[in-house]
Nanobody, 121 residues
Framework: QVQLVESGGGLVQAGGSLRLSCVAS????????MGWSRKAPGKQRELVAH???????DYADSVKGRFSISRDNAKNTVYLQMNSVKPEDTAVYYC???????????????WGQGTQVTVSS
């Protein structure tokens, strides 16, 4: 099995910064894409950022220019640097990883349990 554990969430003032981390562990042969999504109360889950294995990135319009996703393939870790945060960024943030557990196996998507980010105004 594969486990993803997020960390780095918390309370931050508007305009501040926060860095989220997510480590994948378990039966991993290779990780392809990794990403961050968020779920705010009363809203649907939103894809925030995605990064391919070779480092190509994609962002939701709502966070472009403020958030930055990166990864360390040697550590099976993905990061989300959140700058100039706004109250509307308040949500539970989840990481995901597209994983092959063995060579030539189907790629499966795994999710972490989430970490709360609260931005005060």
């Amino acid at each position: 099995q594969v486990q993803l554990v997020e960390s780095g969430g918390g309370l931050v003032q508007a305009g501040g910064s926060l860095r989220l981390s997510c480590v994948a562990s378990g039966s991993i042969f290779i990780i392809y894409g990794m990403g961050w999504s968020r779920k705010a109360p009363g809203k649907q889950r939103e894809l925030v950022a995605h990064i391919t294995r070779d480092g190509s990135t994609d962002y939701a319009d709502s966070v472009k220019g403020r958030f930055s996703i990166s990864r360390d393939n040697a550590k099976n870790t993905v990061y989300l640097q959140m700058n100039s945060v706004k109250p509307e960024d308040t949500a539970v943030y989840y990481c995901n990883a597209e994983v092959n557990t063995v060579r030539l196996a189907p790629t499966k998507n795994y999710w972490g349990q989430g970490t709360q980010v609260t931005v005060s105004s």
